[in-house]
């Protein structure tokens, strides 16, 4: 799992689309996320962790086609969880900013 500097980050947030940065720092993103763990039998910890590689596929810092690999690796689950766990995210959490993603990651 690749780790980033917070400038990295801060640097990346600061580019990004306004609906993207809303997506990002909405309550509702977070009790999605929050209910995707909970659905998969993730731990807290492992929330945390599942929401820090989602920011990071918001953010562009990783590719979207690296996503399931990502999770795989992070949460230390099978790849048919991560693919499953991937799949919520992106039909709840990707598909409204879908466009914007698109053009982050130029697609």
């Not at 962790?49 to 230390?76: C, Q, R, W």
């Amino acid at each position: 799992m690749k780790t980033f500097t917070h400038e990295e980050i801060l640097e990346r947030y600061d580019k990004l689309p306004d609906a993207v940065k809303d997506a990002m720092m909405e309550e509702a993103t977070a009790q999605k996320m929050s209910a995707i763990g909970k659905m998969h039998g993730l731990l807290i910890d492992k929330v945390g962790i599942m929401a820090e590689e989602t920011g990071y596929v918001m953010l562009g810092l990783e590719h979207p086609n690296d996503f399931v690999e990502n999770l795989k690796s992070a949460l230390e689950v099978p790849e048919d969880k991560a693919i499953a766990i991937a799949q919520d995210i992106n039909s709840q959490v990707f598909k409204p900013i879908r466009e914007h993603l698109l053009d982050i990651h130029k697609i």
